[in-house]
């Protein structure tokens, strides 16, 4: 009878020491695999991948190198080197990948945070998020300023306050999280538009993320006022031919009776150009095509300018406020083209980076998209000599002095990614009648000489190794 | 007998009862946080926080409303926030601030990555690291363009191949590495400077992330040549005192006797200023201060030009090569300024941005770091009319010509974030005696419609409630 009674318990005593075994097992899976949710191999941690490099050949194209007098080039080369070093530096074009890296248990931003130089602001968003431990201890450190815990801290909890290198440990979580929220950064140096790195680490986990420090730029606006006359100033350049000018001048001022027309003139032999608003001014003779249009655009005061050429003429249908509703629709454009005596005129570029210098080629005709809304619109790279443009944009690209004679393409080449450009089929001026004129033939066509001084130009300037037009 | 013999399995039974119990609790805890490494309440998921908005009162300020024709007053104010509000569009000033989440098994890019228009482009550094599934499943998607996994793709495993959302899923976790390290994006909007927003999902888990979408630029370089002469022009301004001018001029020559010179000239009489190298401008007569500068700088073709005014005169010590010096040896400096007649006068600026407009504050005397390395040298807002610029930064901020008369810390203002200045002790130049001219001192001095003008024009301009200087 006892042995019938006693197999009960026994069996009892096997099934639940198969249950705590078994249990036992899920439990070691458990905590094993718990662990490398925060240790995977390198993937997890933080890696920098550089910039991807393109490169070119000069298949087809102009290549630069021949119109630099060949005894010179190695020094040419080396001065464009250093130069073009300085603009990369300036225009802080290298900038590292930064990945965030899977399963780390810091949080921190990634994007628009930034600081004014030499000024302490917090550091948004930073956290730890992980499982029990004794102590926690994080760390944050620094290259071009240094970091505090913003009011009353506990010695023992933070070290290195208003230093490089800041850690904060603490056996309680909440308590690391607190502190946290009160990290700030300032800058030790005073930059108007630099960035830091900052390394932020948890054990095994690192994280990196950028400080942007910048100083808060005063915005320039243009009061467009009420009439096309306080929005836009015509603008244009005129050498060795008053007559086309003076016809010019009459077009506009059937049409726009009182709009600033502003003349650069460097005639030989400058004749007086008067008339309500319109202010010309006197260049040293010849000195050139971009000079004029870069001293012109320096006078505006308008949101917009106008630019024509000397021989263009208003026809009853050229409209600027037609520009101008274009721009205001679409305030990130920075240039509308339209057509001359009905020709629609344009090009885009493709620019390819080099290290060896960059290769350029312009295609006729091709646009990139439209721009939605507005039919026979269509966003490109080069235009015609008849475009209204943003004032402050323009100059911030400027038209090169150094092109004397002949210069168009050049400017849209300088402004290629700067400035938005569109063409537009419906905004259309007349051409008068091109009659032969020897002494400003001369000046205007472009001898060998001068286009080979101009590919130099481009191979020093553009950093280009080669172009194809 | 059998009461004891029975006791000891059943004392056991409870024990084991008691320890099962204790490891289910266990296990529910367990169980209970661990998914919570996933699900951290908000900090766990992406938080976007917005900028934070400084404000600025007017207190010991000039408040500017007053400048203003108070009819006309809501009318200007509409007006300039419309320009305001385009102003910060295009600047792309408002980034909301992007949280990395912690414990995300998802890896991307968070700085660095960008991608020209309408062209296709590698997403680098996406991953996913998570414990076994019986399927894994990553989803993209974005607004500004499309998504794609380059070469061939299995269309069970791959879901929206050329459209904006894209879904990977597979039973083999290497496998959706594989595809995830193929992903490309492609921009279906064109423009030169712009971001779009990726949002990468698995699960619960979710991280955003930026695309910079940006067309390359063609860099702009000037060759400096191998002397002073091709480094650097001397521009000046001239107003009713040629006899000035001439000792100016007279000055220059003595230590730099090729270097050219360029004059902006709005003399209601003009007389002929020539000599080799010399550029006379002749501008409609009293065009203004600002507007003879910018001209002047329109009309550069070397990498630095020196501000001289009409007044001032070389001595044996005025170097220009030392500023030269300090220029290439700080390329993100932008302006070097000097000491005339041994006046190193210099300020800071106080700017607060505010939405209802912003404050400004000027103080003498005050700067915000020595330049590292050049003793007497301090980064300041604001300088003398002698230094040394480079001409494309000054160019991309320019002189406003709306300022006739009196203009100078104006121009600082423009430049405010956007020019690196400095002021140095021991580069000197003199200033000639000041005579009394009466016709001169009419244009000259400020009268105070002038000044109110000019604050009506901050006002606006400068999107400005109040300044002190």
New interface residues.
Partial sequence: ??FP??I???H??IL?CV??LG??L??IR?LK??P??HY?PS??NL?V?S?SISSCDCKGQTDLHQFLPSDQLND?IK??AK??K??Q???KTN????????????????????VA??QKSLI??L?????KREVYKVSLSVEKGVLSVDEDVNKEQVNGQGERKLTISSSSLKEVNDLLSRVTYTST?????TSDLVHFSFEDNE?V??VII???????????GNDINSQVTITTKTFLRYNKLKVLIKSIRKVYPKIKIIIADDNPNPENVSGDNI??????PA?GWF?GR??A?????TKYFLWVDDDFEFMDETRIESFVKIMEAN??LDVVGGAVSGEQYYFSLE?I?DDEG?C?RRFQGRH??PLPGFEGCF?VDVIVNFFLART?AV??V?F???LKRVGHTEFF??G?????VVSCKDLSIGHQIHEAHEKYDVYRNEGESEKEKKYAHHF?????KCIKY
């Fill in positions: 009878m006892t009674r006693s009960l318990p026994k009892f005593l639940l249950i705590v249990i036992c899920i439990l458990l695999w718990h490398s949710h995977i993937s997890g890696s991948l910039g040419i001065s464009r130069e073009y300085e603009h530096l300036r225009m900038t590292d990948i930064l990945i965030a890296p899977a399963n780390s248990p810091l949080q921190y931003p990634i994007r628009g945070f930034s130089p030499l948004p968003g956290g730890l998020y992980t499982q140096i005073y930059h108007i538009r994280a993320f950028p910048r100083r808060p730029t005063v915005p320039v606006l243009f009061n467009p202010e010309q001014y006197i260049m040293p000195q000079a870069n001293l655009v320096s006078q505006v005061t305030p990130e620019y980076e960059g350029l990139h998209k966003f402050d100059r911030r400027g090169d002095p150094f080449i300088d290629l990614g700067k400035l938005l020093y300037k553009n950093y280009l």
